[in-house]
């Protein structure tokens, strides 16, 4: 899965699987809705002008 144009790679093997059910998955997209923040993503740069997501994947 890819993401920002392409250049960050959202699942590299390492990360773990999503594991939001669909009352979660709705509830991060009303947090979206009405502005506010989401949890903190780490990145990592993998290329000139590549990165992927070292850590954002969040256990409930």
Not at 13 to 18: K, M, S
């Amino acid at each position: 899965m890819k993401g920002y144009g392409g250049k960050l790679d959202i699942r590299p093997p390492y990360q773990r699987e999503f594991i939001y059910d669909e009352p979660k998955q709705r509830s991060v997209m009303n947090t979206i809705l009405k502005g506010f923040p989401l949890n903190v993503m780490y990145w990592v740069k993998t290329g000139e002008d590549t990165f992927e997501v070292l850590d954002g994947s969040k256990e409930f």
